[in-house]
C-alpha cells in the first residue's frame, strides 16, 4: 500500500475548466502548453522543477531567514548540509540549476572543448555550448530503448567514454553524470559505473561533475536494484554516489524540495576559487549566490528530508501507481518507470505522425485539452536544431513526459490522469499533428508557437 508519509496541513485549490474552455484557451496561446497560464491548468505535470510542497519545517526554517548580505547564517546551514549529504566541503548557491551550470561552464569550458556524459539535460547543453563547448552523449544503448527493463539505463556507456576522451588530449573540459538521466526517462545510474566513470576520468586527468538534480531518488533506486547495496542506508549511498566526483551542480528545486534555488559544491579549495569571481559576477555573494537567507534555510532542511527512505519509497511507488495504471490502459511508457516521472513513448503512440510534426509534442495538446492537464514533450521539438547544420535533430526517444510534483497529488488525482490518458488512446488515430507558427531561436520548446494540422 501506498501510505504518504504525511498529512495535509495547507490546501491550495484548483479549478476545472470545461473542454470547450481548454480548446479555445491552447488555440489562444499558441498551441504550447508552456505558455498557458496556471489557473488554467487543471493537474499540473510539466514538471517536479520547484513545484514540489514544502513540509512544515521547512516553512519554520522560512522564518529564521537570515537575510544579510554576507556571511548569512541559513548559508552556513547549507553549505553544513551539502557537506555532510554530499560530502563536498566548498558550496557556492547559486539561484537555480542552470546558474550553477552558467558559472561552472564559464570557468571550468574552453571552446571547442568536449563535455561527455549521459544525456545532458536541455539548460546544462545550451551553457556548454554557449560557451562553445560540444557535449557527446555516451549512454548505454539500453536507454534508447523504451521497453528495456534493464536497471540503470542511465548509466554510461565505458567504451563509448573512452572513445570520446582518448583521442582529445587536453580538450575534455570535464566528464558529467546526470543522476538520474531526466532526458532518458528519469533512469538511474548505478554506482558500479559512478565508479568506473571516475577511474576512466581520473586515468585521463579530467575532472568529474555529477548533474544531482535527482541523486536521492538515483540513491533510492541503487538501493533496490544494486547488489551489495540492501542494507546501507540512502545516506551511505549519497555520500559514496559523490566520493568519486570533483563537485557537482544541483537544481534543488528537485530532490531538496524547495520551490527555488542551487549550488556548486566541489571538493578542492582552488576550483572553488576559481569559480568564486564567475558566481560574484552572474549571481551574487559567494554566501547567497541568487538566493534568499530563508531559501538557503528551506534548502538545507530539504536535503534531509529528500534523502529520507521513506519519504522516497513512498515517491517512487507514487510514480510506478501512474505507470502501472497508464500501462493497463494499454499507453505505451518507458519502463523501468523513471523516479520522478512516468515518459509516455509518442513515436508508438502516434506512428502515423511525421517527427517533423512533434508526434510527442501533438499528444502534449491533446492531455491539455482532454483533462487540462499540463505536460511536456521530450523530443525532436526539445532536442531543437543542431548548432552547425541548423537541422533538426531527430532524437532516438520521442517522449511524454508527466513530471509528478513532490508530495502535491493525491492518488486521486492520478486516477484522473489515468482516465484521460486512456480517452486520449482510444481517439489516437484522428490526431494530426502540428507546424511552427513561430520557432524560438534557442530553447524553442519554451517559447515556440504552433499551428494544429487538421
Ligand atoms: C537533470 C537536470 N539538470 C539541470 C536542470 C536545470 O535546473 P534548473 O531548472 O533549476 O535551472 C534540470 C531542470 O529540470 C534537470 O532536470
Redesign the pocket.
Known amino acids: 500500500m501506498m501510505l504518504p508519509p504525511f498529512k495535509i496541513k495547507s490546501v491550495e485549490p484548483i479549478s476545472t475548466t470545461t473542454r470547450e474552455y481548454r480548446i479555445k484557451k491552447i488555440k489562444e496561446i499558441g498551441y504550447n502548453p508552456f505558455l498557458l497560464p496556471a489557473q488554467d491548468v487543471v493537474i499540473d505535470l510539466l514538471?517536479?522543477?520547484?513545484t514540489g510542497a514544502m513540509s512544515d519545517r521547512q516553512w519554520a526554517g522560512i522564518m529564521l531567514g537570515d537575510e544579510s548580505y554576507a556571511g548569512s547564517v541559513n548559508f552556513q546551514h547549507m553549505a553544513a548540509a551539502v557537506k555532510d549529504i554530499m560530502g563536498f566541503p566548498y558550496t557556492l548557491p547559486t539561484?537555480?540549476?542552470?546558474?550553477?551550470?552558467k558559472v561552472l561552464d564559464r570557468a571550468v569550458v574552453k571552446k571547442g572543448q568536449i563535455i561527455p556524459g549521459n544525456m545532458?539535460?536541455?539548460?546544462?547543453k545550451a551553457h556548454i555550448e554557449d560557451v562553445g563547448g560540444r557535449v557527446v552523449d555516451c549512454t548505454i544503448d539500453a536507454i534508447y530503448n523504451p521497453y528495456s527493463t534493464y536497471p540503470f539505463k542511465g548509466n554510461l556507456y565505458l567504451k563509448k567514454l573512452e572513445a570520446a576522451i582518448k583521442p582529445n588530449p587536453g580538450n575534455v573540459a570535464y566528464v558529467l553524470i546526470?543522476?538520474?538521466?531526466?532526458?532518458g526517462g528519469g533512469q538511474p545510474v548505478s554506482l558500479k559505473n559512478i565508479k568506473e566513470v571516475s577511474l576512466i576520468a581520473r586515468k585521463y586527468k579530467c575532472k568529474l561533475f555529477v548533474?544531482a538534480?535527482?541523486f536521492a531518488e538515483n540513491a533510492y533506486f541503487i538501493k533496490q536494484r544494486e547488489p551489495g547495496y540492501q542494507n546501507k542506508s540512502i545516506r551511505q549511498i549519497v555520500r559514496e554516489m559523490f566520493s568519486y566526483a570533483d563537485g557537482c551542480?544541483m537544481?534543488?528545486?528537485?530532490d531538496a524540495i524547495v520551490n527555488?534555488?542551487?549550488f556548486i559544491g566541489v571538493r578542492d579549495n582552488a576550483l572553488y576559487r576559481k569559480l568564486i569571481p564567475l558566481g560574484v559576477l552572474l549571481e551574487g555573494f559567494p554566501t547567497y549566490g541568487g538566493m534568499n537567507g530563508r531559501d538557503m534555510e528551506a534548502l538545507a532542511i530539504g536535503l534531509y528530508e529528500g534523502t529520507e527512505e521513506e519519504y522516497l519509497h513512498y515517491r517512487t511507488q507514487q510514480v510506478a501507481y501512474l505507470g502501472n495504471g497508464l500501462k493497463k490502459t494499454g499507453v505505451p511508457v518507458v519502463t523501468p518507470f523513471g523516479g520522478h516521472a512516468i515518459y509516455i513513448d509518442a513515436k508508438k503512440f502516434l506512428p502515423h505522425i511525421k517527427r517533423e510534426n512533434f508526434p510527442g509534442h501533438t499528444l502534449t495538446i491533446e492531455f491539455y485539452i482532454e483533462g487540462g492537464i499540463r505536460t511536456v514533450e521530450i523530443g525532436a521539438l526539445l532536442a531543437g536544431r543542431d548548432p552547425d547544420t541548423k537541422e533538426n535533430i531527430f532524437p532516438e526517444l520521442e517522449l511524454v513526459r508527466l513530471a509528478i510534483p513532490r508530495r502535491v497529488y493525491m492518488k486521486e488525482h492520478l486516477d484522473y490522469v489515468i482516465e484521460c490518458a486512456k480517452n486520449i488512446w482510444q481517439r489516437r488515430k484522428k490526431l494530426k499533428g502540428v507546424t511552427f507558427n513561430f520557432e524560438s531561436p534557442i530553447m524553442r520548446h519554451f517559447q515556440s508557437t504552433f499551428k494544429r494540422l487538421v
Not at 251 to 254: E, L, M, T, W
Open positions: 514538471t517536479d522543477s520547484g539561484h537555480q540549476g542552470r546558474g550553477a551550470e545532458h539535460f536541455d539548460t546544462t546526470t543522476v538520474t538521466c531526466n532526458s548533474d538534480a535527482r551542480t537544481s534543488a528545486k528537485k527555488m534555488g542551487g
